[in-house]
């Protein structure tokens, strides 16, 4: 987009967003730039509509994200963000996008996202659609057809295979492998809510569904099948422990079983689904490896 036209005159202060001429393709301006934008949308609870593109945009490119990983390893929501992200659908409305010969019906806020050949992902054609406002790096694979909505940050190297949902906001780190069918749930709301966040060269099985802000560590290997929410209850077969929200660093895990209780479920011989962690990779072994195997017992 055209950077000098991206203003905002404060009334009170009559202070410029961006001055034209501006070049805020450095990190250090695009903060600056992510910083203006978080103060105008504390102060306004909205953006104009030049504000919003250059929104977008940050997203897109990275400079803005709905969640940061601290020097401790821990993650941080950008609450702001999330706000800022949903303000989009309050605005309401609806218009024609067309694309591809074909005409989609969304928010104003919302259009389908272009990308070129120097965006450096690899797009196969067959229904895949990504919204504007999510973050897809250099080295990304989608195949056909998938979705990535808004807010998304899909990192370097990842595979996104048939079928899988990446939802709103959900945090996708590097050489991250999801299977056909996996679903990545979003989360909006609440904005102070955690997304859900899936770390560098983790393998997400096919038809996996990961929900409600659960954190999977870094390498951790998810055998085909395993749904985790977050009352999910997980156990650690290898060091003999209960765990929610979260699946460890290098830990693999595959589907289970337990009894349900009460006397009817007994009686009917019920098992809910459990989650098991069955071992732990180490720093040489591949995912494919060891998954089969875990599967193989």
Known sequence: MDMDNVM?????????????????????????VAQTLRDVFSEQGHF???????FLELLENGSIRVVDRLSDGSWKVNTWV?????????????????????????????SPRHFTLSDGV??????????????????????????????????????VDSHVLVGSCA?????????????????????????VIIEDEVFIGGMCGIFEGILVKKRAVLAPGVIITKGTRIFDLVRGMDLYSEVPENAVVVPGTRPARGSYAEGLGISLASPCIVKYRDEKTDSAVVLESALRG
């Open 8 to 32: 905002n005159k404060d009334a009170e202060t009559n202070a410029s967003f961006i001055n034209v001429g501006d070049d805020i393709t450095s990190g250090a301006q695009m903060d600056k």
């Open 48 to 54: 104009d509509k030049e504000q919003w593109a250059l």
């Open 82 to 110: 999330k706000e800022a992200i949903l303000s989009g659908f309050q605005e309401g409305g609806m218009v024609e996008w067309s694309w591809q010969s074909e005409s989609f019906f969304d928010r104003p806020a919302f």
């Open 122 to 159: 690899r797009i196969v054609p067959g229904g895949t659609a990504v919204r504007r406002g999510a973050f897809i790096a250099r080295g990304v694979v989608i195949m056909p057809p998938s979705y990535i909505n808004v807010g998304a940050f899909v990192d370097q190297d990842t595979m």
């Open 171 to 195: 945090h996708i780190g590097k050489k991250v492998h999801l299977s056909a069918g996996a679903q990545i749930g979003g989360v909006l709301e609440p904005p102070q809510a955690n997304p």
